[in-house]
Protein backbone atom coordinates (compact mmCIF):
# COMPACT_ATOMS: atom_id res chain seq x y z
CA UNK A 1 0.00 0.00 0.00
CA UNK A 2 1.56 3.30 -1.17
CA UNK A 3 -1.00 5.62 -1.55
CA UNK A 4 -1.51 9.99 -2.24
CA UNK A 5 -2.61 11.45 1.14
CA UNK A 6 -5.02 14.35 0.72
CA UNK A 7 -6.53 16.44 2.86
CA UNK A 8 -10.28 17.58 2.88
CA UNK A 9 -10.98 21.45 2.40
CA UNK A 10 -14.39 21.48 3.95
CA UNK A 11 -12.81 20.88 7.47
CA UNK A 12 -11.35 24.62 7.65
CA UNK A 13 -14.70 25.98 6.03
CA UNK A 14 -17.07 24.00 8.17
CA UNK A 15 -18.07 24.35 11.99
CA UNK A 16 -15.82 26.22 13.67
CA UNK A 17 -14.43 27.57 10.73
CA UNK A 18 -17.52 29.07 9.31
CA UNK A 19 -17.59 32.73 10.88
CA UNK A 20 -13.98 33.03 9.82
CA UNK A 21 -13.19 30.13 6.81
CA UNK A 22 -9.69 29.40 5.47
CA UNK A 23 -9.22 30.77 2.04
CA UNK A 24 -7.94 27.66 -0.36
CA UNK A 25 -4.30 29.27 -0.58
CA UNK A 26 -4.05 29.25 2.60
CA UNK A 27 -4.98 25.55 2.73
CA UNK A 28 -3.03 24.50 0.09
CA UNK A 29 0.06 26.00 1.93
CA UNK A 30 -0.94 24.41 5.07
CA UNK A 31 -1.12 20.80 3.28
CA UNK A 32 2.50 21.34 1.42
CA UNK A 33 3.72 21.97 5.08
CA UNK A 34 2.39 19.19 6.58
CA UNK A 35 3.53 17.02 3.92
CA UNK A 36 0.12 15.86 2.17
CA UNK A 37 0.28 14.82 -2.10
CA UNK A 38 -2.65 17.07 -2.63
CA UNK A 39 -6.27 17.94 -1.86
CA UNK A 40 -10.29 17.22 -1.66
CA UNK A 41 -11.54 19.81 -2.87
CA UNK A 42 -14.64 21.46 -0.53
CA UNK A 43 -17.39 22.88 -3.66
CA UNK A 44 -18.93 25.55 -1.55
CA UNK A 45 -17.51 29.31 -1.12
CA UNK A 46 -15.35 30.33 -0.27
CA UNK A 47 -13.42 27.35 -1.76
CA UNK A 48 -13.38 26.84 -5.68
CA UNK A 49 -16.79 26.78 -7.21
CA UNK A 50 -18.14 26.54 -10.53
CA UNK A 51 -19.56 30.26 -10.22
CA UNK A 52 -16.47 31.86 -9.18
CA UNK A 53 -14.03 29.68 -11.58
CA UNK A 54 -16.07 30.14 -14.52
CA UNK A 55 -13.36 29.73 -17.64
CA UNK A 56 -11.13 27.68 -18.40
CA UNK A 57 -8.85 30.38 -18.39
CA UNK A 58 -9.42 30.36 -14.39
CA UNK A 59 -9.53 26.92 -14.04
CA UNK A 60 -5.85 26.22 -15.55
CA UNK A 61 -4.92 29.12 -13.08
CA UNK A 62 -5.95 27.31 -10.30
CA UNK A 63 -4.70 24.00 -11.37
CA UNK A 64 -1.40 25.89 -11.32
CA UNK A 65 -1.90 27.27 -7.92
CA UNK A 66 -2.25 24.02 -6.68
CA UNK A 67 0.71 21.92 -8.88
CA UNK A 68 2.63 25.24 -7.81
CA UNK A 69 2.95 23.57 -4.10
CA UNK A 70 3.59 20.21 -5.08
CA UNK A 71 -0.50 18.67 -4.81
CA UNK A 72 -2.81 16.80 -6.64
CA UNK A 73 -6.49 16.53 -6.36
CA UNK A 74 -7.89 13.76 -4.62
CA UNK A 75 -11.34 14.49 -5.55
CA UNK A 76 -14.12 17.22 -5.45
CA UNK A 77 -17.13 17.59 -2.87
CA UNK A 78 -19.63 19.60 -4.55
CA UNK A 79 -23.25 21.47 -3.20
CA UNK A 80 -26.46 19.41 -4.51
CA UNK A 81 -28.32 20.61 -1.02
CA UNK A 82 -31.26 22.18 -2.80
CA UNK A 83 -31.51 19.25 -5.64
CA UNK A 84 -31.96 16.05 -2.80
CA UNK A 85 -31.59 12.97 -5.17
CA UNK A 86 -34.42 10.93 -3.56
CA UNK A 87 -36.62 13.75 -3.82
CA UNK A 88 -36.48 15.79 -6.77
CA UNK A 89 -36.94 15.38 -10.31
CA UNK A 90 -33.84 13.40 -11.50
CA UNK A 91 -33.37 16.16 -14.40
CA UNK A 92 -32.57 18.74 -11.88
CA UNK A 93 -30.09 17.01 -9.96
CA UNK A 94 -28.27 15.92 -13.40
CA UNK A 95 -28.62 19.75 -15.26
CA UNK A 96 -26.64 20.29 -11.61
CA UNK A 97 -24.24 17.45 -12.21
CA UNK A 98 -23.28 18.37 -15.68
CA UNK A 99 -21.98 21.89 -14.51
CA UNK A 100 -20.01 19.95 -12.14
CA UNK A 101 -18.27 17.29 -14.35
CA UNK A 102 -17.40 20.00 -16.55
CA UNK A 103 -15.56 21.74 -13.65
CA UNK A 104 -13.60 19.33 -13.04
CA UNK A 105 -12.78 17.72 -16.64
CA UNK A 106 -10.73 21.13 -16.57
CA UNK A 107 -8.89 20.26 -13.00
CA UNK A 108 -8.49 16.85 -14.40
CA UNK A 109 -10.24 15.91 -11.28
CA UNK A 110 -11.80 11.83 -11.83
CA UNK A 111 -13.73 11.23 -8.56
CA UNK A 112 -16.72 13.13 -7.53
CA UNK A 113 -18.41 13.04 -3.70
CA UNK A 114 -22.38 12.67 -3.10
CA UNK A 115 -24.33 12.31 -0.34
CA UNK A 116 -28.38 11.25 0.13
CA UNK A 117 -29.10 15.15 1.19
CA UNK A 118 -32.24 14.29 3.48
CA UNK A 119 -31.90 13.61 6.72
CA UNK A 120 -32.77 9.88 8.26
CA UNK A 121 -36.39 10.00 9.05
CA UNK A 122 -39.60 7.37 9.54
CA UNK A 123 -41.03 7.04 6.43
CA UNK A 124 -43.92 4.76 4.85
CA UNK A 125 -43.27 1.84 3.29
CA UNK A 126 -44.37 3.53 0.02
CA UNK A 127 -43.19 6.68 0.12
CA UNK A 128 -39.78 4.58 0.98
CA UNK A 129 -40.12 2.48 -1.71
CA UNK A 130 -41.12 5.84 -4.13
CA UNK A 131 -37.50 7.38 -2.63
CA UNK A 132 -35.01 4.96 -3.02
CA UNK A 133 -36.52 3.79 -6.62
CA UNK A 134 -35.88 7.80 -7.65
CA UNK A 135 -32.50 7.97 -6.01
CA UNK A 136 -31.55 4.72 -7.73
CA UNK A 137 -32.33 5.81 -10.89
CA UNK A 138 -31.05 9.31 -10.34
CA UNK A 139 -27.93 8.10 -9.57
CA UNK A 140 -27.48 5.64 -12.32
CA UNK A 141 -28.09 8.15 -14.98
CA UNK A 142 -25.46 10.20 -13.01
CA UNK A 143 -22.83 7.55 -12.90
CA UNK A 144 -23.45 7.33 -16.71
CA UNK A 145 -22.80 11.06 -17.34
CA UNK A 146 -19.49 10.36 -15.33
CA UNK A 147 -18.85 7.39 -16.71
CA UNK A 148 -18.73 8.83 -20.37
CA UNK A 149 -16.36 11.62 -19.16
CA UNK A 150 -14.26 9.04 -17.26
CA UNK A 151 -14.91 9.83 -13.71
CA UNK A 152 -16.37 8.36 -10.81
CA UNK A 153 -19.46 9.34 -8.03
CA UNK A 154 -18.89 8.21 -4.61
CA UNK A 155 -21.47 7.82 -2.28
CA UNK A 156 -20.03 8.85 1.15
CA UNK A 157 -23.15 7.08 3.89
CA UNK A 158 -23.23 8.66 7.23
CA UNK A 159 -25.73 8.58 10.21
CA UNK A 160 -26.83 12.35 9.34
CA UNK A 161 -28.35 11.43 5.60
CA UNK A 162 -30.92 8.72 5.05
CA UNK A 163 -29.90 5.43 4.04
CA UNK A 164 -27.43 4.89 6.80
CA UNK A 165 -27.81 1.07 7.47
CA UNK A 166 -25.44 -1.53 7.03
CA UNK A 167 -27.92 -3.20 4.93
CA UNK A 168 -29.65 -0.10 3.04
CA UNK A 169 -25.81 0.81 1.98
CA UNK A 170 -25.59 -2.40 0.43
CA UNK A 171 -29.02 -2.93 -1.56
CA UNK A 172 -28.38 0.59 -2.18
CA UNK A 173 -25.23 -0.21 -4.22
CA UNK A 174 -26.17 -3.32 -5.80
CA UNK A 175 -29.48 -1.60 -7.25
CA UNK A 176 -27.53 1.35 -8.88
CA UNK A 177 -25.29 -1.25 -9.98
CA UNK A 178 -23.06 1.27 -12.20
CA UNK A 179 -19.23 0.99 -12.44
CA UNK A 180 -18.61 4.58 -12.29
CA UNK A 181 -20.85 4.63 -9.14
CA UNK A 182 -18.99 3.15 -5.96
CA UNK A 183 -18.85 3.59 -2.25
CA UNK A 184 -16.67 6.54 -0.29
CA UNK A 185 -15.93 4.33 2.65
CA UNK A 186 -15.56 6.92 5.66
CA UNK A 187 -13.79 5.06 8.65
CA UNK A 188 -15.75 7.00 11.02
CA UNK A 189 -19.25 6.87 10.00
CA UNK A 190 -18.95 3.62 9.18
CA UNK A 191 -18.09 2.97 13.01
CA UNK A 192 -20.81 5.27 14.16
CA UNK A 193 -23.44 3.57 11.38
CA UNK A 194 -22.09 -0.29 11.38
CA UNK A 195 -20.95 -0.54 15.42
CA UNK A 196 -22.93 2.03 16.80
CA UNK A 197 -26.03 1.79 14.99
CA UNK A 198 -26.20 5.91 15.12
CA UNK A 199 -29.87 7.54 13.82
CA UNK A 200 -31.57 4.33 12.44
CA UNK A 201 -34.84 4.34 12.27
CA UNK A 202 -36.61 1.28 13.25
CA UNK A 203 -34.50 -1.26 14.56
CA UNK A 204 -30.74 -0.66 14.78
CA UNK A 205 -27.97 -2.50 12.81
CA UNK A 206 -24.86 -3.44 14.38
CA UNK A 207 -21.89 -5.50 13.01
CA UNK A 208 -20.19 -7.59 15.40
CA UNK A 209 -17.44 -7.47 13.08
CA UNK A 210 -17.23 -3.50 13.13
CA UNK A 211 -15.75 -1.95 10.47
CA UNK A 212 -14.46 -4.61 8.99
CA UNK A 213 -17.06 -6.66 8.57
CA UNK A 214 -18.82 -3.70 7.18
CA UNK A 215 -16.12 -2.95 4.61
CA UNK A 216 -16.20 -6.53 3.66
CA UNK A 217 -19.89 -6.24 3.01
CA UNK A 218 -18.52 -3.58 0.44
CA UNK A 219 -16.24 -5.60 -1.11
CA UNK A 220 -16.36 -4.69 -4.72
CA UNK A 221 -18.09 -1.63 -4.21
CA UNK A 222 -15.11 0.53 -2.17
CA UNK A 223 -13.98 3.18 -5.17
CA UNK A 224 -12.62 6.14 -2.54
CA UNK A 225 -11.44 6.25 1.19
CA UNK A 226 -11.73 8.75 3.94
CA UNK A 227 -9.72 8.03 6.84
CA UNK A 228 -10.31 9.32 10.41
CA UNK A 229 -10.80 7.97 13.96
CA UNK A 230 -14.56 7.73 16.26
CA UNK A 231 -15.11 8.20 19.84
CA UNK A 232 -18.82 6.45 19.60
CA UNK A 233 -20.06 10.16 19.35
CA UNK A 234 -22.18 12.55 16.89
CA UNK A 235 -20.85 15.76 16.32
CA UNK A 236 -23.66 17.97 17.55
CA UNK A 237 -26.36 14.69 17.15
CA UNK A 238 -26.47 14.78 13.66
CA UNK A 239 -23.60 13.28 11.85
CA UNK A 240 -19.97 11.63 12.97
CA UNK A 241 -17.37 13.13 15.50
CA UNK A 242 -14.19 13.33 13.37
CA UNK A 243 -11.96 12.71 16.22
CA UNK A 244 -7.77 12.75 16.57
CA UNK A 245 -6.13 9.56 15.43
CA UNK A 246 -5.34 7.05 18.13
CA UNK A 247 -7.77 8.70 20.71
CA UNK A 248 -10.86 6.81 19.43
CA UNK A 249 -12.28 3.14 18.85
CA UNK A 250 -10.64 2.71 15.09
CA UNK A 251 -7.55 -0.08 15.31
CA UNK A 252 -6.02 1.10 11.67
CA UNK A 253 -3.39 -1.27 11.78
CA UNK A 254 -6.06 -4.22 12.20
CA UNK A 255 -8.35 -2.61 9.58
CA UNK A 256 -5.67 -1.76 6.57
CA UNK A 257 -4.47 -5.25 6.90
CA UNK A 258 -7.54 -6.60 6.95
CA UNK A 259 -8.56 -4.91 3.79
CA UNK A 260 -5.37 -4.09 1.86
CA UNK A 261 -6.58 -5.87 -1.43
CA UNK A 262 -9.40 -3.28 -1.25
CA UNK A 263 -7.18 -0.14 -0.42
CA UNK A 264 -4.08 -1.03 -2.32
CA UNK A 265 -5.61 -0.28 -5.96
CA UNK A 266 -6.70 3.23 -4.35
CA UNK A 267 -4.48 6.13 -5.60
CA UNK A 268 -5.75 8.36 -2.66
CA UNK A 269 -6.87 8.14 0.77
CA UNK A 270 -8.32 11.39 2.22
CA UNK A 271 -7.67 12.86 5.95
CA UNK A 272 -11.12 14.05 7.06
CA UNK A 273 -11.23 16.39 10.19
CA UNK A 274 -14.99 18.24 8.99
CA UNK A 275 -16.25 19.78 12.20
CA UNK A 276 -12.83 19.26 14.06
CA UNK A 277 -11.93 22.83 16.03
CA UNK A 278 -8.28 21.39 15.98
CA UNK A 279 -7.73 20.47 12.22
CA UNK A 280 -4.50 22.95 12.06
CA UNK A 281 -2.97 20.69 14.61
CA UNK A 282 -4.29 17.21 14.46
CA UNK A 283 -3.89 17.49 11.08
CA UNK A 284 0.13 17.39 10.66
CA UNK A 285 -0.13 14.39 12.88
CA UNK A 286 -2.23 12.37 10.53
CA UNK A 287 0.17 11.67 7.74
CA UNK A 288 3.28 10.28 10.18
CA UNK A 289 0.43 8.57 11.58
CA UNK A 290 -1.20 6.84 8.71
CA UNK A 291 2.14 5.71 7.10
CA UNK A 292 2.86 4.21 10.65
CA UNK A 293 0.13 2.09 10.42
CA UNK A 294 0.63 1.39 6.82
CA UNK A 295 4.20 -0.17 7.47
CA UNK A 296 2.46 -2.06 10.69
CA UNK A 297 -0.37 -3.67 8.23
CA UNK A 298 2.51 -4.54 5.62
Request: proline share 5%.
Amino acid sequence: MNPKISIGSWAFAFGPFAGNPWSFSKILKYASEARYDGVEINGFLPHPVPETYDTKAKRSELLKEIESYGLGISGYAPDFNNVPPAIVDGKKYLELLKRYIEFCQDLDIKTIRVDTISPPEALSDSEYSERFERLVSTWRSSAELAGQSGMNIVWEFEPGFWLNKPSEVKRLMESVNHPAFQILFDTSHAYMSGVVGARHFGEQERLAGGIIEYANMLKGHIGHFHLIDSDGTLHDDETSTHAEFGSGHIDFTAFLKEMKDVLSPLEWWTVDFCFNAEVEAWGKEAVPFIKERIKEAT
